[in-house]
Protein backbone atom coordinates (compact mmCIF):
# COMPACT_ATOMS: atom_id res chain seq x y z
CA UNK A 1 0.00 0.00 0.00
CA UNK A 2 0.82 3.53 -0.18
CA UNK A 3 -0.18 6.46 1.58
CA UNK A 4 -2.84 7.95 -0.69
CA UNK A 5 -4.15 4.44 -0.24
CA UNK A 6 -3.98 4.65 3.59
CA UNK A 7 -5.53 8.18 3.49
CA UNK A 8 -8.05 7.29 1.16
CA UNK A 9 -9.45 4.19 3.39
CA UNK A 10 -9.02 6.69 6.70
CA UNK A 11 -11.57 9.31 5.06
CA UNK A 12 -13.78 6.26 3.87
CA UNK A 13 -14.22 5.48 7.32
CA UNK A 14 -14.67 9.18 9.85
CA UNK A 15 -17.36 11.58 9.23
CA UNK A 16 -16.68 14.09 11.68
CA UNK A 17 -12.94 12.80 13.52
CA UNK A 18 -10.42 15.93 13.78
CA UNK A 19 -6.85 14.84 12.11
CA UNK A 20 -3.87 16.40 12.86
CA UNK A 21 -1.27 15.81 9.35
CA UNK A 22 2.55 16.00 9.12
CA UNK A 23 4.48 18.35 7.31
CA UNK A 24 5.14 17.65 3.94
CA UNK A 25 3.53 14.45 1.76
CA UNK A 26 0.96 13.60 4.20
CA UNK A 27 -0.50 17.36 4.49
CA UNK A 28 0.23 17.34 0.97
CA UNK A 29 -2.03 14.05 0.46
CA UNK A 30 -4.77 14.65 2.74
CA UNK A 31 -5.37 18.31 1.14
CA UNK A 32 -5.56 16.83 -2.33
CA UNK A 33 -7.68 14.05 -1.59
CA UNK A 34 -10.24 15.41 1.14
CA UNK A 35 -9.73 18.70 2.06
CA UNK A 36 -12.16 19.37 4.99
CA UNK A 37 -12.18 21.92 7.61
CA UNK A 38 -12.05 19.09 10.31
CA UNK A 39 -8.26 18.90 9.19
CA UNK A 40 -5.41 20.77 10.68
CA UNK A 41 -2.42 20.39 8.29
CA UNK A 42 1.24 20.88 9.77
CA UNK A 43 3.30 23.55 8.40
CA UNK A 44 6.17 22.66 10.58
CA UNK A 45 6.95 21.63 14.10
CA UNK A 46 8.84 18.53 12.84
CA UNK A 47 7.67 15.68 15.38
CA UNK A 48 5.05 17.00 17.01
CA UNK A 49 1.62 16.06 15.51
CA UNK A 50 1.04 12.98 18.08
CA UNK A 51 1.82 16.12 20.63
CA UNK A 52 -0.55 18.35 18.90
CA UNK A 53 -2.98 15.44 18.40
CA UNK A 54 -3.00 14.21 22.27
CA UNK A 55 -3.64 18.77 23.01
CA UNK A 56 -6.80 18.14 21.00
CA UNK A 57 -7.76 15.11 22.78
CA UNK A 58 -7.75 15.89 26.06
CA UNK A 59 -9.50 19.50 25.09
CA UNK A 60 -12.34 17.63 23.48
CA UNK A 61 -12.84 14.48 25.04
CA UNK A 62 -16.12 13.80 22.88
CA UNK A 63 -14.25 13.93 19.28
CA UNK A 64 -12.08 11.29 18.33
CA UNK A 65 -8.73 12.98 17.24
CA UNK A 66 -6.40 10.75 14.58
CA UNK A 67 -2.59 11.93 14.25
CA UNK A 68 -1.26 11.12 10.62
CA UNK A 69 2.33 10.83 11.38
CA UNK A 70 5.68 9.90 9.57
CA UNK A 71 8.58 7.36 10.45
CA UNK A 72 11.41 10.17 10.20
CA UNK A 73 9.24 12.81 12.40
CA UNK A 74 8.22 10.50 14.91
CA UNK A 75 11.84 9.12 15.37
CA UNK A 76 11.94 13.06 16.68
CA UNK A 77 9.78 13.32 19.29
CA UNK A 78 9.67 9.40 20.58
CA UNK A 79 9.17 10.14 23.95
CA UNK A 80 5.30 11.59 22.82
CA UNK A 81 4.53 7.78 22.81
CA UNK A 82 5.45 7.27 26.61
CA UNK A 83 3.63 11.12 27.06
CA UNK A 84 0.43 9.29 25.17
CA UNK A 85 0.53 6.05 27.33
CA UNK A 86 0.78 7.98 30.32
CA UNK A 87 -2.10 10.28 29.67
CA UNK A 88 -3.90 7.49 27.85
CA UNK A 89 -6.81 9.25 26.12
CA UNK A 90 -9.52 6.85 24.61
CA UNK A 91 -10.14 9.09 21.77
CA UNK A 92 -6.88 9.46 19.78
CA UNK A 93 -5.93 7.24 17.21
CA UNK A 94 -1.75 7.73 16.12
CA UNK A 95 -1.04 6.32 12.59
CA UNK A 96 2.31 6.40 11.06
CA UNK A 97 3.14 6.46 7.47
CA UNK A 98 5.79 4.21 7.64
CA UNK A 99 7.81 4.72 4.21
CA UNK A 100 11.38 3.78 5.99
CA UNK A 101 12.90 7.41 4.47
CA UNK A 102 13.37 10.75 4.96
CA UNK A 103 10.87 11.57 2.11
CA UNK A 104 10.90 15.76 1.77
CA UNK A 105 14.76 16.05 1.88
CA UNK A 106 15.78 13.27 -0.95
CA UNK A 107 14.81 9.66 0.21
CA UNK A 108 17.45 9.06 2.72
CA UNK A 109 16.54 5.60 4.70
CA UNK A 110 15.65 6.41 7.86
CA UNK A 111 16.10 4.05 10.82
CA UNK A 112 12.91 2.30 10.54
CA UNK A 113 15.23 1.27 6.99
CA UNK A 114 17.34 -1.00 9.14
CA UNK A 115 16.47 -2.84 12.81
CA UNK A 116 14.15 0.04 14.17
CA UNK A 117 10.26 -0.87 14.94
CA UNK A 118 8.49 1.80 15.57
CA UNK A 119 5.09 -0.50 16.66
CA UNK A 120 7.84 -1.92 19.48
CA UNK A 121 8.39 1.34 20.50
CA UNK A 122 5.02 1.89 20.82
CA UNK A 123 3.74 -1.39 23.01
CA UNK A 124 7.33 -0.54 25.16
CA UNK A 125 6.04 2.96 25.65
CA UNK A 126 2.69 1.23 26.89
CA UNK A 127 0.18 2.29 24.45
CA UNK A 128 -2.29 -0.07 24.72
CA UNK A 129 -3.57 -1.09 20.98
CA UNK A 130 -0.61 -1.10 18.73
CA UNK A 131 -0.61 -2.46 15.56
CA UNK A 132 1.99 -2.88 12.41
CA UNK A 133 0.58 -3.39 9.02
CA UNK A 134 2.15 -4.00 5.27
CA UNK A 135 -0.93 -4.45 3.44
CA UNK A 136 -3.82 -2.48 2.61
CA UNK A 137 -6.16 -5.37 3.71
CA UNK A 138 -3.89 -5.42 7.06
CA UNK A 139 -4.35 -1.46 7.57
CA UNK A 140 -7.91 -1.55 7.07
CA UNK A 141 -8.70 -4.26 9.79
CA UNK A 142 -6.35 -1.90 11.86
CA UNK A 143 -8.42 1.07 11.42
CA UNK A 144 -11.59 -0.71 12.16
CA UNK A 145 -10.25 -2.30 15.54
CA UNK A 146 -9.44 1.07 16.58
CA UNK A 147 -11.88 2.68 15.28
CA UNK A 148 -14.16 0.67 17.35
CA UNK A 149 -12.03 -0.17 20.46
CA UNK A 150 -11.03 2.39 23.57
CA UNK A 151 -8.02 4.44 22.56
CA UNK A 152 -5.71 5.13 22.62
CA UNK A 153 -4.33 3.26 19.86
CA UNK A 154 -1.57 3.32 17.44
CA UNK A 155 -0.89 1.76 14.16
CA UNK A 156 2.41 1.64 11.99
CA UNK A 157 1.96 0.72 8.98
CA UNK A 158 4.36 0.20 6.33
CA UNK A 159 3.99 2.07 3.05
CA UNK A 160 5.70 2.19 -0.17
CA UNK A 161 6.65 5.48 -1.22
CA UNK A 162 4.46 6.47 -4.31
CA UNK A 163 4.92 9.96 -4.52
CA UNK A 164 2.88 12.70 -3.12
CA UNK A 165 0.42 15.39 -4.04
CA UNK A 166 1.33 19.06 -5.02
CA UNK A 167 1.09 21.17 -2.37
CA UNK A 168 -1.64 23.45 -1.91
CA UNK A 169 -1.20 26.76 -3.86
CA UNK A 170 -1.69 28.81 -0.77
CA UNK A 171 0.61 28.06 2.49
CA UNK A 172 -1.79 29.50 5.06
CA UNK A 173 -1.11 28.38 8.66
CA UNK A 174 -3.40 30.95 10.43
CA UNK A 175 -6.35 30.17 8.11
CA UNK A 176 -5.99 26.58 8.34
CA UNK A 177 -5.83 26.70 12.38
CA UNK A 178 -8.77 29.53 12.58
CA UNK A 179 -10.95 26.88 9.65
CA UNK A 180 -10.45 24.18 12.38
CA UNK A 181 -10.99 25.98 15.49
CA UNK A 182 -14.15 26.97 13.92
CA UNK A 183 -14.95 23.44 12.94
CA UNK A 184 -15.58 22.74 16.15
CA UNK A 185 -19.11 25.03 17.04
CA UNK B 1 -0.53 34.52 49.59
CA UNK B 2 2.43 32.88 48.17
CA UNK B 3 3.68 33.06 44.77
CA UNK B 4 2.99 29.32 45.05
CA UNK B 5 -0.83 30.35 45.18
CA UNK B 6 -0.66 34.02 43.19
CA UNK B 7 0.35 31.58 40.30
CA UNK B 8 -2.70 29.24 40.82
CA UNK B 9 -5.31 32.19 40.99
CA UNK B 10 -4.18 33.45 38.06
CA UNK B 11 -4.58 30.31 36.20
CA UNK B 12 -7.96 30.10 37.41
CA UNK B 13 -8.92 33.30 37.14
CA UNK B 14 -8.09 33.11 33.43
CA UNK B 15 -9.44 29.62 33.20
CA UNK B 16 -6.15 28.24 31.86
CA UNK B 17 -6.99 24.57 32.73
CA UNK B 18 -4.37 22.57 30.61
CA UNK B 19 -0.86 22.62 31.66
CA UNK B 20 1.74 20.62 30.11
CA UNK B 21 5.38 20.26 31.74
CA UNK B 22 8.76 19.23 32.19
CA UNK B 23 9.46 19.82 36.47
CA UNK B 24 11.94 20.80 37.91
CA UNK B 25 12.16 21.62 41.79
CA UNK B 26 11.07 25.27 41.80
CA UNK B 27 7.89 24.70 39.69
CA UNK B 28 7.06 21.57 41.26
CA UNK B 29 5.49 23.73 44.28
CA UNK B 30 3.08 24.35 41.91
CA UNK B 31 2.90 21.72 39.85
CA UNK B 32 2.06 19.70 42.44
CA UNK B 33 -0.99 21.53 43.84
CA UNK B 34 -2.17 22.05 39.63
CA UNK B 35 -1.88 17.89 40.04
CA UNK B 36 -3.81 17.71 42.85
CA UNK B 37 -6.69 20.14 41.63
CA UNK B 38 -9.26 18.76 39.41
CA UNK B 39 -9.99 21.90 37.53
CA UNK B 40 -6.54 21.21 36.15
CA UNK B 41 -5.87 18.66 33.06
CA UNK B 42 -2.22 18.34 33.58
CA UNK B 43 0.14 16.31 31.18
CA UNK B 44 3.67 15.72 32.03
CA UNK B 45 6.16 15.23 28.83
CA UNK B 46 9.02 13.84 28.10
CA UNK B 47 10.57 17.05 26.76
CA UNK B 48 9.90 20.25 26.27
CA UNK B 49 8.88 21.04 23.12
CA UNK B 50 6.82 18.09 22.95
CA UNK B 51 4.44 20.44 25.76
CA UNK B 52 4.86 23.11 23.28
CA UNK B 53 2.95 20.86 20.76
CA UNK B 54 0.33 19.85 23.59
CA UNK B 55 -0.18 23.25 24.00
CA UNK B 56 -0.58 24.45 20.40
CA UNK B 57 -3.49 21.20 20.42
CA UNK B 58 -5.12 22.97 23.19
CA UNK B 59 -5.74 26.28 21.38
CA UNK B 60 -6.69 24.25 18.13
CA UNK B 61 -9.32 22.54 20.13
CA UNK B 62 -10.12 26.30 21.16
CA UNK B 63 -8.98 25.13 25.31
CA UNK B 64 -6.33 27.45 26.81
CA UNK B 65 -2.88 26.38 28.07
CA UNK B 66 0.07 26.77 30.33
CA UNK B 67 2.96 24.99 30.05
CA UNK B 68 6.41 24.94 32.87
CA UNK B 69 9.56 24.46 31.84
CA UNK B 70 13.01 25.22 33.59
CA UNK B 71 15.12 27.64 31.43
CA UNK B 72 17.46 24.63 29.80
CA UNK B 73 14.30 23.57 28.68
CA UNK B 74 14.04 26.71 26.39
CA UNK B 75 16.35 25.33 24.00
CA UNK B 76 14.07 21.99 23.42
CA UNK B 77 11.36 24.51 22.50
CA UNK B 78 12.75 26.79 20.02
CA UNK B 79 11.76 25.18 16.63
CA UNK B 80 7.75 24.78 18.38
CA UNK B 81 8.09 28.45 18.58
CA UNK B 82 9.56 29.73 15.19
CA UNK B 83 7.60 26.93 12.84
CA UNK B 84 4.34 26.22 14.73
CA UNK B 85 2.90 28.94 17.52
CA UNK B 86 4.37 31.80 15.94
CA UNK B 87 3.28 31.49 12.12
CA UNK B 88 -0.14 29.58 12.74
CA UNK B 89 -0.59 32.66 15.67
CA UNK B 90 -1.07 29.97 18.23
CA UNK B 91 -1.18 31.51 22.25
CA UNK B 92 -0.44 29.85 25.36
CA UNK B 93 1.93 31.23 28.43
CA UNK B 94 5.41 29.68 29.21
CA UNK B 95 6.30 29.68 32.70
CA UNK B 96 10.34 29.40 32.70
CA UNK B 97 11.62 29.02 36.36
CA UNK B 98 15.50 30.47 35.73
CA UNK B 99 18.45 28.60 36.42
CA UNK B 100 21.60 30.77 35.93
CA UNK B 101 20.21 33.19 37.99
CA UNK B 102 20.67 34.58 41.52
CA UNK B 103 22.36 31.78 44.17
CA UNK B 104 23.39 29.45 40.99
CA UNK B 105 25.90 26.56 42.14
CA UNK B 106 25.66 25.04 38.59
CA UNK B 107 28.31 26.26 35.76
CA UNK B 108 26.29 24.00 33.30
CA UNK B 109 22.68 26.48 34.00
CA UNK B 110 24.81 29.91 33.43
CA UNK B 111 25.07 30.38 29.80
CA UNK B 112 21.68 29.23 29.54
CA UNK B 113 19.89 30.98 31.94
CA UNK B 114 21.47 33.94 30.76
CA UNK B 115 20.06 33.93 27.41
CA UNK B 116 17.00 33.13 28.13
CA UNK B 117 15.74 37.40 27.73
CA UNK B 118 17.62 37.38 24.32
CA UNK B 119 16.21 34.42 22.62
CA UNK B 120 12.63 35.38 23.75
CA UNK B 121 13.45 38.83 22.13
CA UNK B 122 15.18 37.62 19.10
CA UNK B 123 11.94 35.42 18.38
CA UNK B 124 9.65 38.46 19.43
CA UNK B 125 7.77 36.41 22.37
CA UNK B 126 7.12 38.95 25.50
CA UNK B 127 7.71 38.37 28.71
CA UNK B 128 7.67 39.37 32.13
CA UNK B 129 9.29 38.58 35.04
CA UNK B 130 7.62 37.43 38.32
CA UNK B 131 9.54 39.49 40.95
CA UNK B 132 7.33 40.53 43.41
CA UNK B 133 5.09 37.82 44.71
CA UNK B 134 2.26 40.67 45.64
CA UNK B 135 1.93 41.53 42.13
CA UNK B 136 2.46 37.73 40.24
CA UNK B 137 -1.45 37.14 40.03
CA UNK B 138 -2.35 40.64 38.40
CA UNK B 139 0.98 40.02 36.07
CA UNK B 140 -0.43 36.39 35.30
CA UNK B 141 -3.70 37.68 34.25
CA UNK B 142 -2.46 40.68 32.46
CA UNK B 143 0.02 38.20 30.64
CA UNK B 144 -3.52 35.99 29.69
CA UNK B 145 -5.19 38.70 28.34
CA UNK B 146 -2.27 40.10 26.25
CA UNK B 147 -1.56 36.24 24.97
CA UNK B 148 -4.51 35.20 23.81
CA UNK B 149 -6.00 38.27 22.61
CA UNK B 150 -2.91 38.94 20.56
CA UNK B 151 -2.92 35.50 20.10
CA UNK B 152 1.08 35.19 20.35
CA UNK B 153 3.11 33.01 23.22
CA UNK B 154 4.05 34.91 25.94
CA UNK B 155 6.69 33.72 28.63
CA UNK B 156 7.07 34.48 32.17
CA UNK B 157 9.78 34.15 33.92
CA UNK B 158 10.36 32.94 37.27
CA UNK B 159 13.35 34.06 38.91
CA UNK B 160 15.17 32.49 41.94
CA UNK B 161 14.69 36.14 43.95
CA UNK B 162 10.56 35.28 44.04
CA UNK B 163 11.26 31.41 44.99
CA UNK B 164 14.65 31.10 46.58
CA UNK B 165 15.73 28.77 44.13
CA UNK B 166 16.58 25.26 43.98
CA UNK B 167 17.45 25.54 47.89
CA UNK B 168 14.56 28.04 48.50
CA UNK B 169 17.13 29.90 50.12
CA UNK B 170 20.48 31.66 49.02
Redesign the interface.
Known sequence: MDRSEGIKLVLSRITNDLIVANLGPTTFDLHFLGDRPENLYSWGGMGLVSSIALGIAVTVPSRRVIALDGDGSLLMNLGSLATIARQSPSNLIHIVWDNQQWGETGGQPTHTAFNTDLSKIAEGAGIPNVSRTSTIEEFSTALDLALSSEGPSCIVARIVEAGKADRPKEVEPNANLIRFRNSLD | MSWIDNIIAGLKSKNIN?I?YVPDVVTWKVLKELEADPFF?V?????E???????????????K?AVFMQSSGLGNSI??L???AI????PFLMFISLRGDLGEFNPGQVAGGKAVRPILDALGIQHYTLDREEKVEEIIKGASELCFNGKEPLALLIPTILTGGKRGSF
Do not use: Q
Request: hydrophobic residues 45%.
Open positions: VSTIPVAREESLGVAFGVYAAKGANATTLPYSA
